[in-house]
C-alpha cells in the first residue's frame, strides 16, 4: 500500500485496474460462440477487444496487420491471455461481434466515477444531469483517395458523443456514416438515445422543433444554440438580474418558438424560454479574416425556474466535449482507425471510450489529466514506468491545480 499522498489508494487501485483489463471483458467472451460449428475458434471478443485496446497504450501498434502480428509475442500473450491469430481472423471478427456488448463495461466503469466535486456549486440547483450532445468526424481514407471519390456524400464516419459535464466522461457514442442523412442524421441519434433526468446541451445542428418535444417527452430538458432569425411569439418579458446582467444577458423572455407556417407542421408543445446573450467578437490570428459586427448568441431552452447567467454557463460547458474530442484524436491517436467497417470502428470507439474511463480512474477523482499524464500511463503500461513514478507524477498534478 502506498501511503503519503492524498488519495493514493484509490489512485493506485485505478492503475491496477488498467491491469485487470481482461477480467472486464471476460463478460463478452461468448459473443457469436454459436456461430462457432466446428468448434475451432481461436479469436473471442475479449481477445479482440484487448488487442484494439493495446493501441491506446501502446501507439506502436496502429493496424490491424500490427495487431495481427504482434499477437505473436508470447508476453502479449501472457499479459492478455490471449493466443496468436491471423489477419484475416482479426478483420472478420470486427464484422461479426455485436459492438453493443462493450456498453455493459463503459456504463460499470461510469458507475465508478464520481463527479467533479471542483464542479461549479450553481449546477446543485440543476434537477437534470448537464450533457453535452455532438459529433466529430473520423476520415475513413486518405485525401488524395477521397479525391477520387468527389462525388459520395458519405466519405469517412462519424462519431457523435454524449459528455457528461459534472464527472468530465463520456457516456455515450454511435458511429454512423458521414452523410448526415435518414438515421445517420444527428437529430436522429441524439432521438434514439435520449434517456430522463438529463440536460441536453447542444449546438445550432440540433435545432429542431420535433426533437425538442422529443426531449421534453423523455423527461429530459434542453439548452440549444438557435438562428438569430427564428419567430419567437413572447409571453412573459422577464427582467434581468445583475447577475444575468454581469453573464452578458440582453434578453430573456417566455413564449413559444416558430413562424405560423411551421408551427402548422409540428409546433413545440411545450413553453419554451429564449435567452439573448451578448457575444464578443475575438480576432483572428490567421488565415482570411473578415469583417462584421459579431451576432448575438440565441439560446433556447425548456428550462423555466433556472437563472438566466446558468443557462448561460451551461452553453459555455458544451466546449468541453470539443476538448474531448481533441483528447481522444490528438493524445490517443483515435484518427487512425483499424478497421473499415461501421461494426468494426463503432468497437474501437468503444474501446477508446473504455480506455479514457481507465485513464479518468488511474490519475483519482479531481485530477485533470494531461499529455504527460496519459504518456506516463502508457509508459507504466508497457512496464518502463513504475507506480510510484506515475503517483509521484499525480501527486505533482494535484498540487499544481489546488486552487491558491
Not at 15 to 43: K, M, T, Y
Not at 143 to 159: P, V
Request: glycine share 6%; hydrophobic share 40%; net charge positive.
Amino acid at each position: 500500500m502506498v501511503e503519503g499522498a492524498e488519495g493514493s489508494t484509490q489512485r493506485l487501485e485505478g492503475l491496477r485496474c488498467l491491469e485487470r483489463v481482461r477480467p472486464l471483458l471476460a463478460r463478452v467472451r461468448d459473443e457469436a460462440v454459436g456461430r462457432d460449428r466446428a468448434g475451432n475458434r481461436e479469436l473471442f471478443f475479449d481477445d479482440a477487444c484487448g488487442l484494439i485496446l493495446l493501441t491506446f497504450f501502446n501507439p506502436v501498434c496502429r493496424s490491424l496487420r500490427d495487431l495481427s502480428a504482434v499477437s505473436g509475442l508470447a508476453a502479449v500473450r501472457k499479459k492478455l491471455g490471449c493466443r496468436e491469430t491471423s489477419l484475416g481472423s482479426f478483420s472478420e471478427a470486427l464484422r461479426l461481434f455485436d459492438p453493443e456488448r462493450l456498453n455493459e463495461i463503459v456504463q460499470d466503469l461510469l458507475g465508478q466515477i464520481p463527479e467533479i466535486s471542483a464542479a461549479d456549486q450553481r449546477f446543485q440547483q440543476l434537477s437534470h444531469l448537464p450533457t453535452a450532445v455532438d459529433g466529430t468526424l473520423l476520415r475513413q481514407l486518405p485525401q488524395i483517395t477521397q479525391a477520387c471519390f468527389a462525388a459520395r456524400k458519405d466519405r469517412g464516419w462519424k462519431l457523435h458523443t454524449h459528455f457528461e459535464i459534472l464527472r468530465g466522461v463520456p457516456t455515450f457514442g454511435r458511429v454512423t456514416n458521414a452523410s448526415g442523412q435518414g438515421a445517420a442524421n444527428e437529430k436522429a441519434v441524439l432521438r434514439a438515445a435520449l434517456e430522463p433526468d438529463r440536460c441536453y446541451i447542444t449546438d445550432r445542428g440540433y435545432e429542431e422543433f420535433r426533437l425538442f418535444n422529443a426531449i421534453v417527452a423523455a423527461r429530459s430538458s434542453y439548452v440549444c444554440r438557435v438562428r438569430n432569425d427564428h419567430h419567437f411569439e413572447v409571453e412573459v418579458q422577464r427582467e434581468l438580474t445583475p447577475e444575468a446582467v454581469a453573464a452578458g444577458v440582453l434578453e430573456d423572455a417566455t413564449g413559444r418558438m416558430g413562424s405560423p407556417k411551421s408551427q402548422r407542421i409540428e409546433p413545440p408543445d411545450h413553453p419554451q424560454r429564449r435567452i439573448v446573450v451578448r457575444c464578443l467578437e475575438h480576432p483572428k490570428r490567421g488565415g482570411r479574416r473578415r469583417k462584421g459586427a459579431a451576432q448575438d448568441l440565441v439560446l433556447a431552452t425548456s428550462l423555466l425556474e433556472v437563472p438566466a447567467e446558468i443557462i448561460v454557463l451551461l452553453y459555455r460547458c458544451r466546449w468541453l466535449i470539443e476538448l474531448f474530442f481533441r483528447w481522444l484524436k490528438c493524445v490517443m491517436s483515435c484518427r487512425h482507425l483499424v478497421s473499415q467497417s461501421e461494426n468494426g470502428i463503432q468497437i474501437q470507439m468503444y474501446c477508446a471510450l473504455i480506455a479514457f474511463l481507465l485513464i479518468q480512474l488511474a490519475t483519482g477523482r479531481n485530477l485533470l489529466p494531461n499529455q504527460w499524464t496519459y504518456k506516463l500511463l502508457c509508459l507504466h503500461v508497457q512496464g518502463w514506468a513504475s507506480e510510484e513514478d506515475v503517483l509521484a507524477h499525480l501527486k505533482a498534478r494535484a498540487a499544481a491545480q489546488k486552487p491558491a
